[in-house]
């Protein structure tokens, strides 16, 4: 089923139901609201944009659970979260993925932290800092690749403007002097 305005917007309701309740340290109707977008994710295609927004509703169902002590069930949602980052880097999306990753391991190392497991959270902010590091790599590349592909552009349209420029044959006209 293709995407449609209602899904889009009904899950854009759930999420900001969830993060309004979540600030109000109201974390069991925050993850419900937060529960309700999955079934409608589930019947949408995979592709980076979509896996951003399913990580986000497990991330944030995570953060729920970490908040409420519940660190089994929120490092099960961060787990989830990360193994769509690693899909995406799979088929070749370095930048999404990596993004998606980070971002999971991220959420987990605070949720260890606030479990009282502080230097396992440590650990896996340093991997957090090689992945990010990984990550400007890939966006240096990509940045490179686009800007390769402007030049080239802008060639082809000087390229097409020179040659519909050329002068068109006519009188000649001697300048008065």
């Known amino acids: 089923m293709p995407l449609r305005v209602s899904t889009i917007c009904l899950r854009s309701v759930f999420l900001h139901a969830g993060n309004a309740l979540s600030a109000m340290s109201k974390d069991d109707e925050a993850r ?84 009282g497991k502080e230097d396992e959270g440590k650990k896996i902010m340093r991997e957090v800092l090689t992945k990010q590091v990984e990550l400007d790599k890939e966006l240096i590349k990509h940045k490179d690749e686009v800007k390769k592909v402007m030049e080239v552009g802008k060639e082809e349209v000087v390229t097409a403007k020179d040659e519909s420029a050329a002068p068109v044959a006519g009188p000649e006209v001697k300048a008065q002097g």
């Open 32 to 115: 419900k609201q937060y529960e309700k977008a999955l079934p409608i994710l589930d019947g949408e295609p995979r592709s980076s944009r979509l896996d951003w927004e399913r990580s986000s509703f497990l991330v944030n169902i995570g953060n729920t659970y970490s908040r409420q002590g519940d660190y089994k069930n929120a490092d099960e949602m961060y787990t989830k979260a990360e193994k769509l980052g690693e899909e995406q880097c799979e088929v070749g999306a370095l930048v999404d993925g990596l993004g998606l990753i980070i971002v999971s391991m991220r959420a987990r190392a605070f949720a260890l932290k606030r479990s």
